[in-house]
């Protein structure tokens, strides 16, 4: 057997292999990350996928628009609303369908909320990652406010599959309305609070700065998206640079930080949440009255044929979907872009060289969703 | 009755009930520390923690002990039987001698002798080796990174806490633990955390002590050889049932062996603070105070890197250790005359 040529045959180090997963606490799921290392310094780690693919795609390919809808919950679990929101995006873009102004202010509503939920999550589970346990608890305590208001309109707590073709399940009450505002009050002092109890916890800082580098060229290489390539000082927003939805209404700032290592991406991240507060409250002041689902959305769908694609940006990054259709009910090829197999693919390349505990903090701070990884 | 109490109080018998009361007292205090752990833990992070079993989870622990107890001790194929049997042992046992050289009150010490100091700290070391054959023999990567990594910290606060315990040799004059404890007799200005006189940095040698023994007994933020999201749980990955569970009680029989000396050393014993009613509860009060604050570190704190702890060994603590004992050689030099020499 000869040996892999990342291995410096000068010095002809003995190295072992690390099998890190499918079930490791680091890899938040079933992701399998073989590692070659030399002590606790990495020579080369390969990520494994394919322990959870549930084939989307194909799932796509044979089931109308209506019934593959619900699946675009369960891709990323974590971002269920902006994935609905690109799958309908696409349909409505190839079907030409008007979708009324409040149902398109409610969408982005529901998904910066969706948003912020995702990122209490990420922020909780880097921390454990990172051997912090509290601010896990303190992000669920604020992500469980989010997912009773969105309980309340949509009827589940993860999988939302709120949008529809041409609108909404249903409309939002007052309750609602109420209780996000209620919210956006109550989360910013939470995130002084954040910032006072970890961000600024001299041995995070110690853990993350200079930790994990990514030049915005290799972000551009593996197609990294999102945050990640944000934190590297690309302000890559697919809501800026070709806004969907209302978005081009909504007064907001991609954050972006140029350092490119782990703590510019976990800033990125904390920002963002301040950010989506204020995209929320504008949305919120701007609500228009009216329908939320549009009129003449036909009972059996057929697109014209063509070829469509809807970008959005979801928590981890751009999610695109795009559809071929030969103009009938079921489409020819659904091609679901996902951000975190791509972030997940540079993964290899930066942690080249890292000491296992750094390599963990950066896979931490890519904040990997492993079915989104596999689809 | 009389001749009966005599033999009691002969030494060996003395030793052994010492012993059994020492081993009671670790074997409760782990039970009922994980419970505090537990408890606090919940409060911590804003949610009730045990409550199902008995009154406020007060029995969770004796229900998470007959669980280690009933299952079985797997041994995975190909470890070093032997080793892999004995390092919980080995891990356990310094512990208990070690506590019973502490003086929890005048009389209320297992073995009053003149160098405890001395034969605690030897006896700390072995609980390094403990980890190591435990990762050794496991054969499991994760364990054996795990043991790299103990060795590799040993270094890093054995270096600091050796340093601080001269320094109090120094400024005390004695290896002595309850001789120790005696000389802080008083108020609480007489502790040795505030004796400027003889240390001018004395709460800082305290910290620096403290630190270590944060590190010494693998608790967080210095937890990295079980660090769970990197390494599962290290050395202890492959033991099951009891195994485990002893290596668990050890962890805890360290904290308080730990807190224990800086009681002793720093906050002065048994020694009440105002001078009257010194005795056990004093002792208790001190070290369980130190106990929660290990474990409010814990919950408080992310996990710092290995180097983390070596750059804060190498660069800090060790000079800072370095210069607090030169400072308090010269001040007893200078001021106090080297107790009388």
Not at chain 2, 83 to 100: D, G, K
Not at chain 2, 313 to 332: E, H, N, Q, R, Y
Request: proline share 5%; with cysteine.
């Amino acid at each position: 057997m000869t040996a892999p040529e990342t291995i410096p045959t000068q010095t002809q180090r003995e190295t072992f292999v690390l099998n890190l997963g499918p079930q490791h606490p680091a890899t938040h799921g079933v992701l399998r990350v073989k590692m070659t290392m030399d002590g606790e310094y990495i020579v080369r780690a390969e990520p494994v996928c394919g322990y959870i693919h549930r084939m989307q795609e194909k799932m796509g390919e044979n089931r109308t628009y209506a019934q593959f809808l619900p699946n675009t919950s369960r891709i990323d679990y974590l971002s269920a609303m902006t994935y609905t929101h690109a799958f309908v995006g696409a349909v409505e873009r190839a079907a030409r369908l008007a979708v009324p102004p409040r149902a398109e202010y409610i969408r982005v509503i529901t998904s910066e909320l969706n948003r912020i939920s995702s990122h209490l999550v990420w922020f909780g589970a880097f921390l454990l990652d990172l051997g912090g346990f509290t601010p896990l608890l303190y992000a669920f305590d604020d992500r469980e406010q989010i997912l009773d208001l969105l309980e309340g309109i949509t009827g589940s707590r993860l999988t939302y599959s709120y949008y529809r073709i041409g609108g909404l399940y249903n409309d939002v009450d007052d309750a609602f309305v109420k209780g996000t505002r209620e919210f956006v009050a109550r989360m910013r002092p939470r995130l002084k609070m954040y910032r006072a109890l970890v961000t600024e916890n001299i041995i995070l800082r110690k853990r993350l700065i200079g930790i994990g580098p990514i030049s915005a060229e290799m972000c551009r290489k593996y197609g990294a998206t999102g945050p990640v390539i944000r934190g590297s000082g690309v302000a890559y927003d697919v809501r800026k640079i070709e806004p969907y939805s209302v978005y081009s209404e909504m007064d907001f700032i991609a954050p972006t930080f140029p350092e490119g290592d782990s703590m510019a991406r976990y800033l990125v991240r904390m920002e963002e949440i301040a950010q989506s507060l204020r995209i929320i409250e504008q949305g919120l002041d701007k609500l228009p009255a009216g329908p939320v689902m549009a009129e003449k959305v036909p009972r059996v769908l057929k697109l014209p044929s063509g070829d469509y694609c809807y970008a959005v940006e979801a928590a981890r990054g751009r999610f695109a979907v795009r559809i071929v259709s030969d103009g009938k009910e079921i489409p020819y090829r659904v091609k679901l872009r996902s951000p975190s197999l791509s972030n997940l693919s540079l993964f290899e390349e930066a942690s080249r060289g890292m000491l296992l505990p750094d390599a963990l903090a950066l896979m931490g701070s890519l904040d990997l969703v492993i079915p989104d990884i596999d689809r | 009755m009389t001749n009966l109490l005599k033999i009691l109080l002969t030494e060996p018998f003395r030793l052994v009930l010492a012993l059994v009361v020492i081993m009671s007292f670790v074997g409760l205090n782990a039970a009922y520390l994980v419970w505090v752990e537990r408890k606090g833990a919940g409060r911590f992070q804003r949610r009730p923690g045990p409550t199902e079993v008995g009154y406020a989870g007060l029995i969770q622990p004796i229900a998470d002990a007959a669980k280690l107890l009933s299952k079985q001790l797997i041994l995975p194929d190909g470890v070093d039987a032997t080793l892999f049997r004995l390092a919980p042992l080995v891990v356990m046992a310094p512990a208990m001698i070690s506590l019973a050289l502490v003086p929890f009150g005048e009389k209320l010490v297992g073995r009053d002798i003149n160098i405890g100091l001395l034969l605690i700290f030897a006896l700390g070391s072995i609980n390094v080796m403990a980890i190591m054959l435990s990762g050794w023999s496991s054969r499991n990567k994760y364990a054996i990174i795990s043991a790299a990594r103990v060795v590799s910290q040993n270094v890093a606060y054995e270096i600091p806490t050796l340093l601080v315990v001269i320094t109090m040799i120094l400024a005390t004059g004695s290896m002595d633990l309850n001789e120790i404890v005696r000389q802080q007799a008083g108020f609480f200005w007489k502790w040795n955390l505030f004796r400027l006189d003889v240390n001018p940095l004395a709460p800082v040698t305290f910290l620096v002590f403290y630190i270590c023994m944060l590190a010494e007994t693998n608790r967080a933020p210095f937890d990295m050889a079980e660090a769970e999201s990197e390494l599962v749980a290290g050395a202890y990955t492959e033991y099951s049932g009891m195994g485990f569970g002893v290596f668990f009680m050890a962890e805890y029989a360290n904290i308080l062996l730990g807190c224990s000396v800086a009681t002793v050393l720093f906050l002065g014993g048994w020694q009440s603070p105002v001078g009257i009613w010194s005795g056990l509860f004093w002792f208790l009060a001190k070290m369980y105070f130190l106990v929660f604050s290990v474990i409010w570190i814990r919950w408080t704190f992310p996990r710092t890197q290995f180097y983390g702890l070596l750059n804060l060994s190498w660069k800090i603590l060790i000079p800072v250790s370095l210069f607090t004992l030169i400072l308090t050689s010269a001040m007893m030099k200078i001021f106090h005359g080297f107790h009388g020499v």
